[in-house]
């Protein structure tokens, strides 16, 4: 297990992927296009992650800031793939409290 955080640009090249979760985790009337996120990210303060395992798209994260230090993180990958990441993410939340 090898995660990656990798800041994406519109044209990235795994974008395809990308937009397949994006278009399975939310039905029409409530998604946001992939490229309406980009927009959406451009205006504000947020970054567009991708996120891989050994160098494979396994899922993205949309980082905004909420208020001063505060953030929310929501994180789109196929459920395979969820408990990995979760681990992940849990290991370097408790890394970073340690400091």
Not at 82 to 99: E, F, G, P
Request: glycine share 4%.
């Amino acid at each position: 297990m090898n995660l990656e955080l990798i800041k994406l640009n519109p044209d990235n090249k795994d974008r395809k992927y990308f937009e397949r979760i994006n278009d399975e985790a939310f039905p029409p009337s409530e998604r946001m296009s992939f490229g309406e996120i980009f927009d959406f990210a451009s205006d504000t303060d947020t970054d567009v992650l991708g996120i891989y395992d050994d160098r494979n798209p396994v899922g993205f994260a949309v980082l905004f800031q909420l208020r001063h230090n505060k953030f929310n993180l929501v994180i789109l990958t196929k459920m395979t793939k969820l408990n990995l990441i979760m681990t992940k993410l849990r290991y370097i939340i408790q890394l970073s409290q340690n400091k």
